[in-house]
T-cell receptor, first 111, second 114 residues
Framework: EDQVTQSPEALRLQEGESSSLNCSYT??????LFWYRQDPGKGPEFLFT???AGEEKEKERLKATLTKKESFLHITAPKPEDSATYLC????????????FGTGTRLKVLA | AAGVIQSPRHLIKEKRETATLKCYPI?????VYWYQQGPGQDPQFLIS???????DKGSIPDRFSAQQFSDYHSELNMSSLELGDSALYFC?????????????FGPGTRLTVT
């Protein structure tokens, strides 16, 4: 069965303390992996798309990387406003492009 | 830039009532996806439409139905509501045929069933 697993489930960091979030998948025929940020009660906000192993994308303090089995979202020198749930989703069905979501990582950055 | 619009943003219904959620995709986006997100859970795919035709179906109860209209907006109709239907319902849109697969999400409708 195709699965997407995120770890850790929750992460508390001090402001400025860099870390990485993991998204591992067992889908066959990955067509794309997507990172989103979700604030409580709001819709997921698109961050990055990764299509092939070795690909990297950066935006401000965030950097996403992809291997054949997993993706990492690296957060460098985080700030309290980076606190949110980070979701990854994968697409393997190019007929409908529907997402399979991971369970998310709840990030809390303390000032 | 225009985003996905969902209405209403909040909805309170009683058990066994019906509800209709609406989604207006980003202009020129022809594909709509519906997701249900329970408290502390990841979004679960319900159903999708492309060019007014159902393109895929996920874990959508038989009590729910949906359609996409000629202007590409979509409606999710929910009948015989149950307490367990209380959740955030998201709609997402994308443009079919483009090189990118990312979906853009609306702000969601929070449905509370009492």
């Amino acid at each position: 069965e195709d699965q997407v697993t995120q770890s850790p489930e929750a992460l508390r960091l001090q402001e400025g303390e860099s870390s990485s979030l993991n998204c591992s998948y067992t889908v066959s025929g990955l067509r794309g992996l997507f990172w989103y940020r979700q604030d409580p009660g709001k819709g997921p906000e698109f961050l990055f798309t990764l299509y092939s192993a070795g690909e990297e994308k950066e935006k401000e303090r965030l950097k996403a990387t992809l291997t054949k089995k997993e993706s990492f979202l690296h957060i460098t020198a985080p700030k309290p406003e980076d606190s949110a749930t980070y979701l990854c989703a994968v697409v393997f069905d190019i007929g409908t492009y529907k997402y399979i979501f991971g369970t998310g990582t709840r990030l809390k950055v303390l000032a | 830039a225009a985003g996905v619009i969902q209405s209403p943003r909040h909805l309170i219904k009683e058990k066994r009532e019906t509800a209709t959620l609406k989604c207006y995709p980003i202009p020129r986006h022809d594909t709509v996806y519906w997701y249900q997100q329970g408290p502390g859970q990841d979004p679960q795919f319900l159903i999708s439409f492309y060019e007014k035709m159902q393109s895929d179906k996920g874990s959508i109860p038989d009590r729910f139905s949906a359609q996409q209209f000629s202007d590409y907006h979509s409606e999710l109709n929910m009948s015989s509501l149950e307490l367990g239907d209380s959740a955030l319902y998201f709609c997402a849109s994308r443009q079919h045929g483009t090189a990118s697969y990312e979906q853009y999400f609306g702000p969601g409708t929070r449905l509370t069933v009492t």
